[in-house]
């Protein structure tokens, strides 16, 4: 004959009561880790790395407009060359701050030391050739044109900022994107797991807690535990803020990242392009025994920003036709022309007034090669004085006039998304703050108000 064994009433609700405990260290462990990775997503994308990204384009924008600067103080004369001086002395404060910075965000090793490292050391020779052609133009006599002497030091200077110093800044981008890159495909990867499972680690305790409500009403005859029912509630509450916060986090990046920050890049990006193929548009001027290297050279610096074909008078009507149906605000058009690093941007335009702004970068880059035709025309008609005044000229209709345009309007754009990318940022972290008090002491709460709930119970067997 066999006697069935019963679990008591008191030993399982001490049993119950284990398991909610150890289900609570299951949630706070599994919370604890998913705010830590989230946070550290946000620490690695948002303030190491973006930076980072971003200086190093303003770094090679500061480098190329430097080159301009000299290009156009060969070319002028007078007050002319004295701006274009000063300018590029200018260029240089600003390079020497944004070098700084960089050095001081260093986060990733060598990756990134050597190419700050590069650029401080190479910058040195650079300033040295200019100066020893700016020492030489100094001494002639100011109507004449630039000495073969000042000539060969610019063209070195200028070898050593397109084979040196901006591939160098090209490193340093590099370096930062690709952690950058990397840690964003991992989070993009585990936001929704990690939302997941935060609201699924939370499901064991709410389990125990109603198996633990409905064990009670069976025993001890009482259909509700005033304790449990609000350790439940409570649970319930953390649950879902934990994973209301997780996702609204995650949301926020995503916007941060995808939406702002890849708009910032690339628009960066093409504003050190510009300025570079700026610079090949004087340096076509001052170099005529390399005019046609220069030629080249800013046509390959344009196909990076727009189609190639773009570049061409006789089919850039055709192309800004199809702009013009983006500045009237509706982006769902599409047009051939619409590649490189402006079409990145139209591919992704998210925000208010971003549609209209970012169309503007083609209509006001367009006016701008309409003078880059003009100039390289009257340069081979023989009108050379006339191609360096309309190339340095700086009223409406005239070069340094037209680009200042296009640099604005991709500063329009750059400003929309920094905008988005702030508010971004500061709503993901503001979600992620208040989840490590949630978790733990909402769970602490719950273990509590069982507690409270329980124990009485336990106390009838006691006595």
């Keep these: 004959m066999t006697t069935e064994r019963r679990l008591s009433t008191p030993r399982a609700m001490q049993l119950g009561l284990v398991a909610l405990g150890a289900a609570l260290v299951l949630f706070w462990s599994v919370g604890g880790t998913v705010i830590s990775d989230a ?21 090679r924008a500061h480098l190329a407009n430097m080159d301009a600067d000299v290009a156009n103080a060969g070319l002028t004369r007078g ?44 910058i040195q020779s650079y300033a040295g050739l200019v100066g020893e052609a700016r020492a030489i133009m100094a001494l002639a006599n100011q109507r004449d044109s630039i000495s073969d002497a000042a000539l060969a030091l610019i063209r070195q200077s200028t070898t050593l900022m397109n084979r040196t110093l901006l591939p160098a800044a090209g490193a340093l981008n590099d370096a930062n994107e690709m952690v950058l890159n990397r840690t964003w ?56 803020w ?22 910032i890049r690339a628009m960066w990006k093409a504003r050190a392009v510009a300025y570079s193929a700026n610079a090949d548009e004087s340096f076509f001027l001052l170099d005529p025994s390399r005019k046609q290297a220069y030629a ?12 190639v074909k773009v570049v061409q008078s006789a089919t850039r009507s055709s192309y800004l036709n199809g702009v013009n149906m983006y500045v ?19 591919d992704n335009v998210t925000f208010a007034g971003e549609c209209s702004a970012a169309a503007q970068t083609y209509r006001t880059l367009s006016i701008y090669l309409d003078i880059d035709a003009k100039i390289r025309t009257l340069e081979s008609s023989g009108q050379r004085d006339a191609a360096i005044a ?16 296009f640099d604005k309007s991709l500063g329009a754009v750059i400003e929309i998304n920094q905008g988005a990318f702030d508010a971004a940022v500061a709503k993901a972290d503001r979600r992620l703050d208040p989840l490590p008090w949630v978790i733990g002491i909402g769970g602490a709460l719950v273990a509590l108000l069982s507690m409270l709930g329980v124990r009485p119970r336990l106390n009838e067997y006691r006595a």
């Design 296 to 307: 080249n050279s800013f046509v390959d610096k344009i196909a990076q920003l727009v189609d």
């Design 242 to 263: 934990a994973g209301y916060g997780c996702g609204a986090s995650a949301s926020a990046l995503t916007t941060a990242k995808r939406d702002a920050f890849d708009s």
């Design 328 to 346: 009237g605000g509706s982006c769902s058009a599409s047009h051939s022309a619409f590649t490189g690093l402006l079409g990145t941007e139209l």
């Design 390 to 405: 309309l190339n340095i000229g700086v009223k409406p209709g005239e070069s340094n006039y037209a680009f200042d345009l």
């Design 39 to 59: 946070r550290l997503g946000v620490q690695t994308i948002v303030r190491d790395t973006a930076p980072s990204v971003i200086a190093a384009q303003k770094i």
């Design 185 to 240: 495909q991992g989070r993009e990867a585990a936001m929704g797991f990690e939302t997941a499972g935060v609201i699924a680690a939370g499901l064991p305790v709410l389990l125990v807690l109603v198996g633990l409500q409905v064990f009670m009403a069976s025993r001890v005859n009482r259909i509700i535990n005033p304790g449990l029912l609000a350790a439940s509630i409570a649970m319930t509450v953390v649950v879902a």
């Design 79 to 122: 007050e002319a060359q004295v701006q274009a001086w000063k300018d590029y002395t200018n260029e240089q404060a600003a390079l020497s701050e944004h070098l700084i910075s960089a050095a001081q965000n260093i986060t990733y090793g060598d990756a990134e030391r050597r190419p700050i490292l590069d650029i401080a050391t190479a």
